[in-house]
């Protein structure tokens, strides 16, 4: 079982190598890109993928949140017509003394708050964990959290929101956190440690309805063939540079670009940089599909 303890849905890990301790993950910085900047050809919104370059994550693409204060955010994905259908994403911005004591005005969503730069503290039901780089947050439906920025520099993180999809007899996944340092890769079979899968909760347990893990290719890995499954992906690039295969599409990406798969397109990646290629990986799992309305 991967040293997983079924009623603390952490996987306990050994000492990580010294390079997965000294990270530099893209966070964004804003502003508004040069009037003599070349323009980044390559965002795109298909019916298959949408590819979302670093390079739109600019000033006025930014939202803001009721209830959030000192705080923006990129929304890379949403719930709409031809997107993403299980999930949202955002890419947070809090400002110092920044945060929110009402962050999620739904009781029936779930979370996963990951964060890239920056120190701030997350309180559930009245417990504060220190946030900083690396750190990882899994936070059920219904419970009561809060963010504050309580340093002097901003803090970013990822924030991922689902419905959880309750089922009759198996109860909620609980809250923890930890950080990507204390969790020990997984290697895929036969790839000599070159692709590998940090995941923060046990695959086989089904209280669980998604997960978001970190993907890392070294140089050289790759995906050598068209994965092609039911999972919806939102995929944020943390670090390095690879070419990705969407549907029939190859592009080169790069840290802060995020890809959005929908179920089904074929996916495939050749890490070609000159470092590790790392990223946040998005999917729903261990649920029926839904299906539509029964014609008599």
Known sequence: MLGYNRTTPVLQSSTMPDDHTKR??????GGLPSQTERMDPRAVLTTAYAFIPAQT????????LPH?????????????????ETFSHYLMEVAPGGGSTQPEPSPHAEAV???TEGRWTLQIDGNEHAMKQGAYAYLPGGIDWTVANDSNEPAHFHWFRKSYETVEGIEKPEAFVVNETDIDPI???DTQGRWATTRFVDPT???????????????????P?????VMEHG????EGKASYKLNQDWIEVEAGDYMWLRAFCPQACYAAGPGPFRYLLYKDVNRHAALGPIVR
Request: proline share 9%; no cysteine.
């Open 57 to 64: 994550q600019a000033d006025i693409t930014t939202s803001a």
């Open 205 to 223: 347990d089904v209280r669980h309805d998604m997960h978001v893990n970190i993907v890392t290719f070294q140089p050289g890995g790759l995906i």
């Open 113 to 115: 708050l990951f964060a």
């Open 225 to 229: 063939f068209p994965e092609t499954h």
């Open 68 to 84: 959030w204060e000192k705080t923006r955010l990129w929304v890379l994905a949403r719930p709409m017509s031809g997107f993403a």
């Open 235 to 238: 995929i944020y690039v943390l």
């Open 187 to 189: 290697p895929m079979p």
């Open 24 to 29: 530099t993950y893209y966070a964004p910085t």
